[in-house]
């Protein structure tokens, strides 16, 4: 087994050295001073080698600890720190090792409000012209070419950030560093934190080095920039050529890194409402580490990432994934990943692509709970909604069933225009329903409008938005929601009755979430009735008479029941082209009831039939039907109801025909 040296001191490095750790593979990491020795944690597969070397003393340890050709020595120490770079190449050099440098990833200089020097003498010199108090995060090794070259005022108005190590406080003293503008602290440090270190300290001017990803630039710069102050750059001594942590591991074991292909991890993160303030700790450390983000193009537009892909559907992004192959992958959706979201269809899609690939999911903040905090209100009683990429006609009927019944329910929509829809079917409802429209939460220009529903007919914005509507008197929902003959408009299309209608329900034996079909909608009674009950209910009504078609609309349309489809046509035609039903009634099937049922039986197992006969004809079409399907849980019933009529002084009964009701499962 090869031997393996890591020259550390750096957060790669001590990755590195416990991804080995984590794989029982022994090694030898070199640390400079007992720092490095304390921010190491105890492992036996370690041997560490505390202090110092040159280059040939390096080559003198290594020899002693049986080093040669085919060895691997990795040099993960500082970008900065370029005479231990060329120390550790020549003792690899001398003894025939293979050199691997690992290499940080840069941070992305911004554009504006920074300025760049080749060195910390330029930098130091150019600060003695400036006013406000300074920020050095650049180590105590830089301290003394900064004191040396700037007057004592403009030390008098510095701070420095140096590691809580002895030596680096020592050295800060002896070069006229006020104690109380020594900042010993050990990161990362967030842009929170940073930013709380700007405002506490009043900085104006921020010296870092070109530090990368690992070394905490991008949040170092951001927090300045966001508080007004210059950011001051040291540029890397060299541009460097090499290999990243888990290329180096790749490496080490053989092409087997983690389980997974190539080790893969993608993480799915919620990025909240949008504006970067809002994103947790957790999905930045995601986005910050990434080799590659993907993502709307909106989302993408504040991520800073070493390769960014404006995809987010599982189709484009998973061919990607396949030529790049990268360790971490993020992929971007607004809002929360648990609420109408596009994470669960890539989770399912990517689970597709490969079972072994390593898949985490982070949450964010959800617009519906921001935009109640902004409101000061609860959301435990409401009901949830989305209108986002929907057909916004038929699913704002929906919308306007659950407004009905709850005293506040949240709508994701795909624009502020859909506002002026949503309140165009809420005015049957009540005219003291309140909107609450939010628009472009989070961001610079966010905004939230309260109107009532007149307002909310001509509401004119632009921007993302959500609205939480108030209904402050719901009604409640009943516990059997039957309709009466009366409330529906008939004309002189047939109706199953109300009597036979309630019962030929309750025998269909609804469950959450089926789906039904109607075969012979008439005026659409039945099909109104099953989809009042419940709206994850999806029901299919095939109607082929051109004017009851439309009555079956005005029906919908008139009782706010947006989960029904009217379909016109021949039912044996139509069938084929629906989503396999789970019930099925039929009200009228112009003589094709047994074909029907054949044609349903070739698509899905399991389906409970309700039919309704009253010719002796369709009655023993029914009969041969039971005797060749054999069916399960087979019921018939035959209902006669009368109405009670007035005629002159007197009440008479008024017969209608009998009604068998037939149900079976086949």
């Not at 070397?53 to 085919?70: I, N, P, Q, V």
């Not at 701070?159 to 002896?174: D, H, K, Q, T």
Request: aromatic fraction near 6%.
């Amino acid at each position: 087994m090869r031997k393996i040296a890591v020259f550390s001191g750096t957060t790669e490095g001590r990755e590195l050295s416990c991804l080995l750790g984590e794989r029982s593979v022994p090694h030898i990491v070199c640390v400079a001073g007992e720092y490095g020795r304390e921010m190491m944690s105890p492992d036996p597969c370690v041997s560490l080698h505390v202090g110092r070397m040159d280059a040939e003393e390096m080559t003198e340890y290594l020899r002693s600890e049986g080093f040669g050709a085919e060895d691997l020595v990795i040099d993960a120490t500082h970008p900065y720190a370029g005479d231990a770079t060329r120390n550790i190449r020549e003792a690899a050099e001398v003894l025939g090792c293979i050199y691997r440098r690992v290499v940080r990833k840069q941070g992305e200089i911004p554009a504006a409000g920074a300025v760049r020097y080749t060195d910390m003498d330029s930098c130091a010199r150019a600060l003695e012209h400036t006013e406000g108090n300074i920020l050095l995060t650049t180590g105590s090794k830089e301290l003394p070419a900064y004191c040396r070259l700037v007057s004592d005022e403009t030390r008098q108005r510095t701070y420095v950030r140096v590691l809580p190590a002895a030596e680096s406080i020592r050295l800060c003293g002896e070069e006229g560093i006020r104690s109380d503008h020594i900042i010993a602290m050990h990161g990362p440090f967030s842009l929170e934190l940073n930013r709380a270190i700007i405002d506490q300290y009043e900085i104006r001017h921020l010296v870092t080095k070109e530090s990368g990803e690992k070394g905490g630039f991008q949040e170092k710069a951001e927090a300045a920039l966001q508080a007004g102050a210059c950011v001051h750059v040291i540029a890397r001594p060299l541009s460097e050529e090499g290999w990243d942590v888990r290329e180096v591991l790749r490496e080490i074991l053989g092409g087997e890194e983690t389980p997974g292909e190539n080790g893969m991890q993608i993480t799915l993160a919620g990025l909240g409402m949008g504006d970067e303030a809002c994103r947790t700790l957790e999905v930045r450390d995601a986005v910050r580490d990434a080799d590659i983000v993907f993502g709307a193009a909106r989302l993408l537009r504040d991520i800073h990432a070493r390769k960014k892909y404006d995809m987010y559907r599982a189709a484009e992004i998973i061919p990607v994934l396949e030529r790049e192959k990268p360790h971490r992958a993020v992929i971007v959706f607004s809002g929360d990943t648990g609420f109408c979201s596009g994470a669960g269809a890539m989770l399912e899609a990517l689970r597709s692509w490969n079972r072994d690939v390593q898949v985490r999911v982070l949450p964010g903040i959800s617009s519906f709970s921001y935009l109640a905090a902004r409101l000061k209100e609860h959301y435990d009683d409401a009901a949830l909604f989305s209108l986002h990429g929907k057909d916004i006609e038929n699913e704002a009927q929906k919308l306007a069933g659950e407004v009905r019944y709850h005293a506040r329910t949240f709508v994701l929509l795909s624009g502020p225009d859909d506002i002026r829809t949503v309140a165009g079917h809420l005015t049957g409802i009540g005219t003291d329903i309140q909107i609450c429209a939010g628009i472009d939460l989070s961001y610079g220009g966010e905004r939230i409008d309260r109107m009532n529903l007149e307002k909310a007919l001509t509401y004119d914005a632009q921007g993302i938005a959500s609205i939480l509507i108030f209904n402050p008197n719901p009604e409640r929902r009943p516990l059997f929601p039957v309709r009466k003959d009366a409330e529906f408009t008939r004309d002189r299309v047939p109706m199953t009755k109300e009597c036979i209608r309630h019962e030929s329900i309750v025998r269909l034996g609804l469950r959450e979430r089926d789906v039904i079909c109607d075969i012979g909608g008439g005026t659409g009674s039945v099909a109104i009735e099953a989809a009042s009950i419940h709206p994850s209910l999806r029901v299919y009504t095939i109607e082929k008479k051109p004017e009851a078609a439309e009555l079956i609309r005005e029906n919908i349309r008139k009782l706010q029941t947006g989960n029904v489809t009217v379909i016109e046509g021949d039912a044996l035609e139509e069938l084929d082209h629906l989503p396999e039903p789970d019930c099925v009634f039929v009200g009228g099937s112009g003589g094709e009831l047994r074909q029907i049922v054949e044609l349903l039986n070739r698509k899905k197992k399991g389906i409970r039939y309700v039919v309704n006969a009253v010719s002796l004809e369709t009655m023993e079409e029914v009969r041969k039907i039971l005797e060749t399907y054999n069916p399960v849980e087979q019921s018939t019933v035959l209902l006669s109801v009368s109405d009670i009529q007035k005629a002159g002084e007197y009440h008479m009964m008024h017969a209608h025909n009998p009604v068998a009701i037939f149900s079976f499962t086949i």
